[in-house]
């Protein structure tokens, strides 16, 4: 038994682009995964198109990005429950930069989400604001990385002066 507080998470990763010589050469094999998790439908996903990959699939830097952007919007939607801020809509365009090291590696330098939030009435405006700095301190995957999670949040009131 775990710990309290302490959560496992578990999946599969299946590569499944052996065109049938396998990793012969380079340009031999596609860089298709597939990732499943017990209960959920199926990730098809690949590397990113400059390393090989197909564009149509999900790659691991946009998985990053998106876990990134999701875990601040649930921890940010928790926030304004806790401090009474009805939110009615939430849209983030969340952008990452990722560098290459020039030695076959390279690693993320920064994620900037901007998260547009409607909430229902211009007195909440304050504390909704205020609850993406809650957000960004709750956030599991945000507290996991070593690159900076800078926010630029846009917070409007569905009714009242903004």
Do not use: Q
């Not at 010589?21 to 590397?47: C, F, H, M, N, Q």
């Not at 304004?80 to 030695?103: L, P, Q, S, W």
């Not at 957000?135 to 569905?158: D, G, Q």
């Amino acid at each position: 038994m775990a710990p309290l507080g302490e959560h496992h998470y578990a999946l599969t990763t299946t590569w499944t682009g052996n065109r049938g010589t396998g990793t012969s050469g380079y340009r031999d094999y596609t860089r298709d995964v597939t990732i499943g998790v017990e209960g959920k439908p199926d990730l098809l996903a690949s590397s990113d198109k400059p390393f090989r990959g197909d564009p149509a699939r999900w790659n691991p830097e946009d998985l990053l990005l998106a876990a990134l952007s999701e875990c601040h919007l649930l921890s940010y939607l928790h926030a304004c429950v806790t401090a009474g801020v009805v939110v009615t809509d939430y849209h983030d365009e969340a952008t990452g930069i990722m560098r290459e090291d020039g030695r076959g590696g390279g690693a993320f330098a920064e994620v900037t989400l901007r998260p547009r939030v409607v909430v229902a009435d211009a007195s909440m405006l304050e504390a909704a604001r205020e609850a993406h700095r809650t957000a960004h301190e709750w956030c599991f995957i945000a507290n996991s990385v070593n690159f900076p999670v800078t926010h630029e949040a846009t917070v409007v009131a569905a009714s009242g002066s903004d």
